[in-house]
């Protein structure tokens, strides 16, 4: 009876620390400066139609309130050919679309970009009849991505 409670424990409790331990984000270090990495970014979604939302510049609001913030700026976009497609799987998909992506740098002084995979975003909403769109996406955001960090 106890190595049945072991095992029924270890197969309940072991993917819920696996998915707790899980962020759902991509970071990739930059080879360039924050503000060139999202300029880069930008640059090579408007040239796929790619819509730009908006760009915020957490360093500069928290500097108008006095702190002092390393440099950090979200880009917000989305494609609606392909994420209007969760949404019709799954509406709460919404609060995760459209995309973001994060410049920042960090401690060392080392430029990341940072956006969430769009395979976590698919099973946080439980979206499990779109593996043709998540794959694409996934793919996609990895070559803009890679462009615009100078990354291969």
């Given at each position: 009876?106890?190595?049945?409670?072991?095992?029924?424990?270890?197969?309940?409790?072991?993917?819920?620390?696996?998915?707790a331990?899980?962020?759902?984000?991509?970071?990739?270090?930059?080879?360039?400066?924050?503000?060139?990495?999202?300029?880069r970014?930008?640059?090579?979604l408007r040239?796929?139609?790619?819509t730009?939302v908006?760009?915020?510049?957490?360093?500069?609001?928290a500097?108008k309130?006095?702190?002092?913030?390393?440099?950090?700026?979200?880009?917000?976009?989305?494609n609606?050919?392909m994420?209007?497609?969760?949404?019709?799987s799954?509406?709460t998909?919404?609060?995760?679309?459209?995309?973001?992506?994060?410049?920042?740098k960090?401690?060392?002084?080392?430029?990341?970009?940072?956006?969430?995979?769009?395979?976590?975003?698919?099973?946080?909403h439980?979206?499990?009849?779109?593996?043709?769109?998540?794959?694409?996406?996934?793919?996609?955001?990895?070559?803009?991505?890679?462009?615009a960090?100078?990354?291969?």
């Open positions: 009876m106890k190595r049945l409670f072991i095992l029924i424990s270890l197969v309940v409790l072991v993917p819920i620390m696996s998915v331990g899980d962020n759902g984000m991509i970071s990739k270090k930059s080879n360039f400066s924050v503000k060139v990495t999202l300029d970014l930008e640059n090579v040239k796929k139609g790619i730009i908006t760009r915020w510049s957490h360093d500069a609001g500097k309130a006095g702190i002092d913030l390393r440099p950090t700026e979200l880009l917000i976009f989305g609606p050919k994420g209007s497609h969760f949404f019709t799954n509406q998909a919404g609060i995760d679309l459209p995309m973001k992506a994060l410049a920042w960090d401690e060392k002084g080392q430029v990341w970009l940072t956006y969430n995979d769009p395979v976590y975003i698919a099973n946080r439980s979206i499990n009849d779109r593996p043709a769109i998540v794959k694409k996406m996934t793919g996609a955001l990895n070559n803009l991505t890679n462009a960090t100078g990354n291969k």
